[in-house]
């Protein structure tokens, strides 16, 4: 049986647990992929290898970086970007800088931001892990899916990231939705009432 996300440290760890169900105890390696079914213990001096073969799929985790570390590593990163930012200012232009620190800014999404103007929206947001590699790319928006679904904006792809503006719903849909928000918002009101 395959299990993953094991407690112990790593292969220099003494006497720590692994695989509660299964009680393997001692000095332990990670398993070779995620699909593993099993993952290698240094149990023994008796065995002649030096390690011993047991069921369960292992992963270590890296440690969480400590706030102070995360804020260091970000203010190194920054720190960076504006020299080179300032050094694209000084030998190029202003655009020129501005534009490398918009794409910076851009390509470091994680997660989605949107601004709703009326019965449309423009937001910047993560590529999904199953979408194909882009370095660039131009794509509309759909309303629905399928060869007759109508167009709803235009997206703009930029490696990981996307960049788009598009309608909420159709225009002949525009008013329905609006009365829905707004029976939405009072139904909302009165729960908090």
């Known amino acids: 049986m395959s299990r993953r996300q094991c407690p112990v440290q790593s292969k220099a760890g003494v006497g720590l647990q692994c695989q509660r169900l299964a009680k393997h105890k001692g000095l332990h390696a990670a398993s070779f992929s995620a699909h593993a079914p099993s993952h290698f213990e240094w149990a023994d001096d008796a065995n002649p290898f030096g390690y011993e073969v047991l ?4 992963w270590f985790h890296r440690p969480d970086p400590s706030r102070l570390a995360t804020t260091a590593r970000r203010l ?4 960076a970007l504006m020299l080179v930012a300032l ?3 000084r030998y190029a232009s202003l655009p020129t800088a501005a534009t490398f620190l918009a794409l910076e800014l851009l390509l470091s999404v994680r997660r989605a931001h ?6 449309f929206t423009a937001g910047v947001w ?6 194909p ?4 790319g131009v794509a509309f928006a759909l309303h629905g899916e399928g060869r007759n679904a109508k167009r709803a904006g235009i997206e703009i792809i ?3 990231v996307v960049v788009g503006a598009f309608s909420l719903v159709p225009r002949s849909e525009w008013p329905a939705y609006k009365r829905s928000q707004a029976a939405f918002d009072a139904r909302q009101k009165e729960r908090r009432s």
Do not use: C
């Open 55 to 58: 069921p369960g799929t292992v």
């Open 158 to 160: 930029l490696g990981p």
């Open 126 to 131: 993560p590529v999904t892990p199953a979408a």
């Open 87 to 89: 050094g694209l200012w």
């Open 114 to 119: 949107f601004v709703d103007l009326g019965r």
């Open 76 to 79: 190194g990163e920054w720190t």
């Open 133 to 136: 590699s882009v370095i660039f």
